[in-house]
């Protein structure tokens, strides 16, 4: 079955330490990903988004993701964070069909 | 900006009791989805909709039903409320591209359900 696995479910950082958060899918064809991110009190969404070409996206906030085919993963990055990340980020996936695949998402904590 | 509204922000009702959330979207999309949103589980697909009148199972369909009568409505049942059901519930819709390619999905602002 399709899975989506996060690797870390709570990440604490100072400002301005930088960000990386693991996501790995288990589908062999064709992906579209996504990084989804939800701060307290809000509604989900979008960070960030790959369907196809360069491997390397940017997204809103500063934020970028790399999708390396090859070890089936679509890790988020950020050079410097801001207490204004504190949030819950999920990976998401859809793969060969209509559903959308989130892993069990990260809670990240800035301490100013 | 896509705008999907879910009728409550907060629902408590009692076992047993048949419970309806509903879900508005007003960007025409085709797709529309209901998800449970749990501590350390993720999101989880209860039912999803790709049409009017047309409605697929998720992961987690048991002890839920859907109705999507018009395009931008997507309701969500619960036949007989249980404590289990206690969750966090959230619609989202989205629209599909050339060859029905599925597109990120936009979110509502969940509903926090407590069954007692």
């Known amino acids: 079955a399709q899975s989506v696995s996060q690797h870390n479910h709570h990440v604490i950082l100072s400002e301005a330490a930088s960000l990386e958060l693991g996501c790995n899918y288990s589908?062999?064809?064709?992906?579209?990903l996504f990084w989804y991110v939800q701060y307290p009190g809000q509604h989900l969404q979008l960070l960030l988004k790959y369907f196809s070409g360069d491997p390397l996206v940017k997204g809103i906030k500063g934020f970028e993701a790399e999708f390396i085919k090859s070890k089936f993963s679509f890790n988020l990055r950020k050079p410097s964070v801001q207490w204004s990340d504190t949030a819950e980020y999920f990976c998401?996936?859809?793969?060969?069909?209509?559903?959308?695949?989130f892993g069990a998402g990260t809670r990240l904590f800035v301490k100013a | 900006d896509v705008k999907v509204t879910q009728s409550s922000r907060y629902l408590v009702k009692r076992t047993g009791e048949k419970v309806f959330l509903e879900c508005v979207q007003d960007?025409?999309?085709?797709?529309m989805f209901w998800y449970r949103q749990d501590p350390g589980l993720g999101l989880r697909l209860i039912y999803f909709?790709?049409?009017?009148?047309?409605?697929e199972k998720g992961d987690i369909p048991e002890g839920y039903s859907v109705s999507r009568e018009k395009k931008e409505r997507f309701s969500l049942i619960l036949e007989s409320a249980s404590t289990n059901q206690t969750s966090m519930y959230l619609c989202?819709?989205?629209?599909?591209?050339?060859?029905?390619?599925?597109?990120?999905?936009?979110f509502g602002q969940g509903t926090r359900l407590t069954v007692v």
């Open positions: 989202a819709s989205s629209f599909s591209r050339d060859r029905g390619l599925r597109t990120e999905a936009f």
């Open positions: 589908y062999g064809g064709t992906v579209n």
């Open positions: 998401a996936v859809i793969a060969g069909g209509f559903k959308t695949i």
């Open positions: 909709s790709y049409d009017v009148k047309m409605k």
């Open positions: 960007m025409d999309h085709e797709n």
